[in-house]
């Protein structure tokens, strides 16, 4: 189980509390006006940003309200275009955004794959059904044209990649691996299986003159690497072993194929620290025979557990015959540059700080990534030679950056956001300016002057840890205010100082925004379990369903709220979604006299549940699900008695729907009140906008109830 919105003794006294800003207490000056959910959610959401194979173009979705399409910009002008015409929040998402070598044009996939029982998205329950598609959508005269030409269906699929040499696009349906030719702009012909192989297909990667597809194989409890090559119809296996292989990158010349191998180990308990482990490897390949060898192997101890970044390709071959990769060596995620031939590395990105965004350079000479260096809790983009050398800082200031998209003319695209101004699509000029890309589609009523800058704070958790977190004040002079806190998901997520790069919790900084404006002092707090501080604070022992640890992160929390000069200490309530919903519940259950009610969105309420089976290993089994069990909220369902409102989507394919039904019957024994929210067919991470505004409106007026009835009459 993923948790895709985001997991010490609770009795030990309050360490002390202390304010990054000295400003913290001071209350905004501007005049901010009321405005709606609707409105300070009303602007775009832009993801997939990708750079075409030339280096000449860029293409990115936004979702609109619901509404999704895709968006270019091509050189020397890139003056942004839309070039599909989808007009509905209709739940259908767009995704696997890849260009054609020419520039000519964006295949993508459109709508969601399928859940354990083969049933796909389908959030509107539309009686005819919906499908996962290939797609692809034209640039009427190439790049030039700056204008959309047609689009259409390819085949029913996902994840497609087009041949380096323009010839064919490959894709997958149902584990297996479908191609078809094109001849000029258009497919040659219907779509057909391109091999048949046993287990499920993952992540296609073509070789650079298109001979070769290589692919991961999964087989339940280990993964092999193929080739396929197209001419001969042959199939080579890369060095197959009991392990699990991923993470395919092509040397540049094509002769050679490199992977992460992760060893094989006893079934493996994801709720709990994770610090070491058998090392993981790379090895290389010789894409003609199998043959491999092992080129590198992660050190035992730190850095043992292979730790993804944020980026799509984990190996990324670069010039020099250097392999650049992420790794956690001395507890900070950090990029390492292989040399392939000799095995020797260099630390690229060295400090306290965590790498997350990665693109290579269009001559693969240098890399462009996002980071939280010097800036806790924002992300900026800097720039480092494959090979080693000065990272160069590319951003800098009180915004937000990430997804680097790295253009052959020295451009850089990107993403970025601030405290008011929402995530939007730009262009670093090389100058150092950045230029929005799509500022005509920001509402003109979205409520930029009217949302209040967050401020960073740190304080100690019930058993001393530190914990960074954000206060949202409402405006206005200094008064007793009722307070909310907010936990975010994943657990392997950290809020930022503004407008989030992930969609999810672009939701949920609007919320956050229009709380304060309702009157509430909010704290976000990005507790233990999350990223940005190190391995030893995101792999905290007895996180989640190994003992529940973040427990003392809502209790310090709650005191340091109740310490406020300007809350009510009788008015604290809680919200949070996915593992979010988890600490909310737990909250409630065992601190309602601190949180008088919560609004728990797809939450975890028993974590055995979800622990997966051990086979051969009962005596495991029984002490995991026990514990398991003790760190859950239905733990501690009798000393619950704040009021909650339960909000999912019963076609969840992150948290059970079972969560729910479990936690609103023991609400019923207990006699706890309860409201609940349902949306038949919708998945986890709400595919219709209009069920956020729904689930929100909910959740404001639920929590106004209770804290702040004057707000719920206005």
């Known amino acids: 189980m993923a948790l895709a919105s985001g997991k010490w003794s609770h009795r030990n006294k309050v360490g002390a509390v202390f304010f990054l800003a000295t400003f913290l207490l001071a209350w905004p000056v501007f005049a901010a006006g009321p405005f709606t959910i609707e409105q300070v959610l009303s602007a775009p959401v832009p993801t997939d940003l990708v750079t075409s194979p030339k280096g000449d173009a860029i293409a990115w979705v936004q979702n609109a309200s619901g509404v999704r399409n895709i968006w270019v910009a091509t050189a020397p002008s890139y003056q942004a275009f839309v070039i599909t015409r989808f007009t509905a929040d209709d739940g259908q998402d767009i995704s696997d955004l890849t260009w054609r070598p020419d520039s000519s044009a964006v295949v993508f996939t459109r709508g969601g794959g399928v859940n354990g029982r083969g049933e796909y998205p389908n959030p509107r329950s539309s009686p005819a059904g919906v499908q996962q598609e290939v797609w692809i959508a034209s640039l009427s005269g190439g790049t030039s044209g700056g204008v959309p030409g047609e689009t259409h269906k390819l085949g029913s699929g996902h ?11 490959a894709w997958l349906a149902g584990g297996q691996i479908w191609w078809t030719h094109f001849n000029g702009k258009d497919p040659a012909a219907r779509p057909e299986p391109l091999l048949h192989e046993r287990g499920t297909a993952h992540e296609l ?22 080739v396929y090559d197209l001419r001969g119809k042959a199939l080579v296996w890369m060095d197959p072993s009991v392990d699990t292989d991923q993470s395919i990158a092509w040397s540049l010349d094509g002769k050679q194929i490199a992977f992460i191998r992760l060893a094989a180990y006893p079934s493996l308990f994801a709720w709990e620290a994770h610090r070491e482990d058998m090392p993981w490897s790379i090895r290389v390949a010789d894409p003609l025979t199998g043959k491999g060898r092992e080129v590198w192997r992660a050190k035992e101890g730190v850095g043992s557990v292979f730790r993804e970044d944020g980026s799509d390709k984990q190996l990324l071959w670069m010039a020099g015959d250097r392999i650049v990769f992420p790794w956690e060596r001395d507890g900070w995620l950090h990029l390492y ?22 693109a290579p350079s269009s001559d693969r ?6 980071s939280n260096q010097d800036d806790s809790e924002r992300r900026h983009l800097w720039q480092v030679p494959a090979d080693g050398g000065r990272v160069r800082r590319l951003t800098e200031g009180q ?21 008011r101004q929402p995530p939007r ?6 100058d150092g300016t950045i230029r929005d890309l799509t500022p005509q589609t920001i509402p003109a009523t979205f409520p930029e002057g009217s949302l209040v800058e ?19 004040l409402p405006p206005g002079p200094p008064a007793k205010h009722p307070a909310v806190l907010f936990f975010h998901g994943g657990s392997r997520r950290q809020m930022l100082l503004g407008w989030h790069y992930m969609e999810y919790y672009n939701h949920a900084y609007g919320l956050n925004q229009y709380l304060a404006s309702q009157g509430y002092v909010v704290l976000s707090i990005n507790y233990r379990g999350g990223i940005g501080y190190g391995m030893q604070f995101r792999e905290a022992p007895g996180f989640g369903a190994s003992g529940g640890a973040e427990y003392n992160d809502i209790l310090g929390a709650g005191r340091y709220l109740q310490s406020r000069s300007d809350v009510d200490p009788q008015r604290i309530g809680a919200w949070g979604g996915s593992y979010g919903g988890y600490l909310t519940a737990l909250a409630l259950a065992r601190s309602s006299d601190i949180f008088k009610v919560g609004v728990d969105l797809h939450g975890v309420h028993d974590w055995s549940l979800e622990i997966g089976r051990f086979p051969g290993d009962p005596e495991r089994q029984a002490k995991l699900a026990k514990t398991a069990f003790d760190s859950s909220p239905l733990a501690f369902m009798k000393t619950w008695t704040s009021p909650v409102l339960v909000v999912q989507g019963d076609d969840d394919r992150n948290v059970r729907f079972s969560q729910s039904v479990h936690l609103i019957e023991a609400l019923r024994r207990q006699g706890v009140p309860f409201e609940q929210l349902i949306f038949p067919d919708e998945v986890h991470e709400f595919l219709v906008f209009s069920h956020w505004l729904d689930a929100y409106h909910a959740a404001s007026g639920y929590l106004a109830q209770f804290l702040h009835p004057e707000a719920s009459k206005k």
């Not at 994840?159 to 696009?169: G, K, M, T």
């Not at 699509?425 to 090389?430: C, D, F, N, S």
């Not at 967050?454 to 949202?472: K, S």
């Open 454 to 472: 967050p401020q960073p704070i740190v304080f100690r958790a019930a058993d001393g840890m530190e914990v960074h977190g954000q206060v949202f």
């Open 337 to 358: 540059s292989l040399n392939a031939s000799d095995g020797s590395i260099n630390l690229l990105t060295p400090g306290n700080f965590e790498i997350e965004h990665v």
């Open 159 to 169: 994840e497609a990649v087009v041949a380096p040499d323009n010839s064919a696009v």
């Open 425 to 430: 699509a730009a262009l670093r000029e090389t």
């Open 365 to 370: 000479k240098s890399m462009v990534f996002s």
């Open 205 to 226: 990667a073509w070789s650079p003159d298109s001979a070769r597809l290589a692919f991961t194989s999964e087989r339940v409890d280990h993964a092999f690497v193929g």
């Open 399 to 419: 915004g937000i950056e990430w997804a680097p998209a790295p253009l052959a003319d020295g451009h850089t695209a990107l993403f970025h956001s601030d405290a």
